[in-house]
């Protein structure tokens, strides 16, 4: 489970263009729950995915996933939490361009503190759970928008997380693409994934179960 | 894990690489050509440097000279010392080691005298001076003072001869075989302590008298041979050679520099101080190093900063892949270990480079045009700038990264 309490995150305290773009915001997410986190362009929505992905920080307030104050953590155990409980997927995917499909979903594998002897089995079992074991061995440029996305799912749950966290997931894909990414978000809920996606997109926000408006970094 | 992604991202944007690879070695170059070039100045200087400290006076002889200083004996003394013990005997000194000289002319094996080669001018050094100067060689090996052979070590291509060839000579009109054991490297200055060259332009007089210029353009003149005094005295006792300079080394006596001075003066020769010879040697290589300082120094920035400069434009162009690896679970100071492995790969890399073209040049003529010397400080200036290669490497991306959060980075193009 995944719980915020009262978080309040600053941006440039103390100076000029200091800004607040999240206020007291609390919201506890359960696990296996699928909710999708909407708003307008600069409401807080992807800086609340952030800290939610333990690689922006807060000035107050408390970060719980599965009981453990995240604040507390040390730099190590917020690394292993990132890599190895948290899954995340990025708008414009993120990927290391000239590695391969396989080479990119390995990743999270090969930086894990326990190392498996089958990472390349795990990689292409993720690749194959969102259809592209196909094209494992294919330089991730070559790939188009919708693939590339299938990789970047892909690497978000080779280590099977708990959490998987998608900022605009389908932002830079066209309507069909879209959908099929949706398709695969929700088979992984359906397997008892606990996913949090920011969009703007209504239609994403529909398929969701749960939604949470967010405006001038305030929960609605 | 952090070895094997740096390996991996080396395999990205391979021309990138190359060109780093290829500054790098550069830099590295041009730190090896700026200590060389300082060294240069000071190479010949330190195979001289122990007798010029010594107390005790450098001693030049020619066939004409006679005593020189007034109120000491006129007669010319070399008539009836002959050997560097004489000498030794005949001043006090504690020990005296030199040069001496002698012309042989090329024979057949049967003893007859070849005309249509010039005579050879043998520079005959004695077991200390063997013991301690090694000129550079082509090909071959130094003379050995416990040969049963007559060994010498003459220039390229005199009278055909080559490493291992025996060399019929007349000495007056003893015939003699001579043993080549070592190739003169063409250009090479070598240790003569009586180069007419020097007494035309050196003055004061410094170490750059002791030496003359090796030519291999054996028709300019009489081409000299190198050979052991010890060996021929010991095999041709009844040659009369001609000592050409001597060093009296009066170190441990209570002979006062002066009466040394006068000592040194009756044995017939230009007499000279040691320790003016060596101030002045040391006044002339401070001047030339002062010389070359600012360049050097101008060009030492540069390469710094070159180097600095390469190692924080690759760090700012990795910066967003390291942003990626820490949200896949990498801490940053891991994504700068990651930064310094591909650094010490593409470093190493110039290094090698750099060390087999420095290796290659040093052993060519090549070495001379571009000042060259391949020694132990050269390799260890260009550790040096690799070594702060490395630390710029680690220290960057930690400076960079403490600028930018990883949302930052992510979200810049």
Not at chain 1, 202 to 209: G, H, I, L, R, T
Request: hydrophobic share 45%; with cysteine.
């Amino acid at each position: 489970m995944v719980e915020l309490k009262n978080i309040t995150k600053t941006y440039n305290p103390k100076k000029a263009n200091e800004f607040t773009a999240l206020k007291n915001v609390s919201l506890t997410i359960n696990d296996g729950e699928m909710t999708a986190i909407i708003g307008r362009s600069g409401a807080g929505k992807s800086t609340l995915l952030h800290i939610l992905a333990c690689i922006d920080n807060y000035q107050s307030g408390e970060y719980r996933i599965d009981d453990t104050l995240v604040k507390k953590l040390s730099e190590r155990e917020l690394a292993r939490i990132r890599g190895e409980k948290i899954g995340m997927v990025m708008q414009d995917f993120a990927l290391v361009e000239d590695f391969s499909a396989l080479e990119n979903v390995m990743l999270p594998l090969d930086f894990a503190r326990k190392k498996k002897s089958n990472r390349r089995d795990l990689a292409l079992g993720a690749l194959s759970s969102v259809g592209l074991v196909e094209l494992a061995k294919k330089p991730v440029s070559k790939l188009s928008g919708g693939q590339k996305q299938r990789v970047a799912i892909a690497r978000a749950i080779v280590n099977e997380p708990s959490l998987i966290l998608a900022d605009e997931p389908t932002g830079a894909l066209d309507t069909k693409t879209s959908a099929e990414i949706m398709d695969v978000f929700k088979r992984l809920n359906d397997e008892g994934k606990t996913i949090v996606i920011v969009t703007h997109d209504p239609n994403v926000a529909k398929q969701c179960e749960r939604v949470v408006e967010i405006s001038d970094g305030e929960i609605v | 894990m952090l070895l094997k992604t740096a390996f991996k991202n080396l395999k990205k944007n391979p021309v990138m690489n190359i060109v780093c690879l290829l500054q790098l070695t550069a830099i590295f170059l041009i730190t090896a050509v700026m200590v060389s070039s300082l060294f240069v100045r000071y190479r010949k200087y330190l195979p001289v440097k122990n007798f010029l400290e010594m107390n005790g006076v450098f001693c030049e002889y020619s066939f004409f000279s006679g005593a020189e200083l007034p109120g000491t004996a006129t007669e010319d003394m070399r008539g009836s010392v002959q050997t560097f013990e004489e000498l030794r005997d005949f001043t006090g000194a504690r020990n005296v080691f030199g040069i001496k000289c002698f012309y042989a002319s090329h024979s057949s094996p049967s003893g007859e005298l070849l005309y249509d080669d010039l005579p050879s001018e043998l520079i005959l050094y004695n077991d200390t001076f063997i013991d301690r100067y090694i000129p550079k060689l082509a090909r071959g090996k130094w003379l050995d003072p416990a040969s049963d052979e007559l060994e010498a070590v003459i220039p390229e291509g005199l009278y055909g001869a080559d490493v291992g060839d025996v060399i019929d000579m007349l000495f007056d009109d003893e015939h003699v075989k001579v043993k080549v054991v070592g190739v003169m490297k063409s250009g090479e200055d070598f240790l003569s302590l009586n180069s007419p060259r020097a007494r035309t332009y050196d003055y004061p007089k410094t170490y750059r008298s002791l030496y003359d210029a090796y030519y291999t353009d054996i028709d300019d003149g009489n081409p000299p041979m190198l050979l052991s005094e010890s060996v021929l005295q010991r095999l041709c006792p009844e040659t009369r050679t001609m000592i050409i300079a001597a060093v009296f080394d009066f170190g441990g006596t209570d002979i006062p520099l002066q009466e040394a001075l006068k000592r040194a003066a009756q044995t017939g020769g230009y007499t000279t101080a040691l320790e003016s010879i060596n101030a002045a040697s040391k006044e002339y290589i401070h001047t030339e190093l002062m010389k070359l300082l600012p360049i050097v120094i101008v060009l030492m920035v540069l390469t710094v900063v070159s180097a600095v400069s390469v190692s924080a434009i690759a760090a700012r162009r990795r910066l967003r892949d390291y942003a990626k690896y820490y949200v896949l679970g990498l801490r940053w100071r891991q994504c700068a270990l990651v930064n310094l492995f591909q650094t010490l790969v593409t470093g190493a890399a110039a290094l090698i480079i750099a060390a087999a073209g420095l290796t290659v040049v040093g052993a060519t003529p090549l070495s001379e045009t571009f000042m060259v010397v391949a020694n132990g400080w050269t390799f260890l200036a260009v550790l040096g700038v690799f070594a702060l290669y490395l630390i710029f490497s680690m220290i960057m991306p930690l400076i960079m990264l403490n600028s930018a959060t990883p949302k930052e980075l992510l979200q810049t193009e």
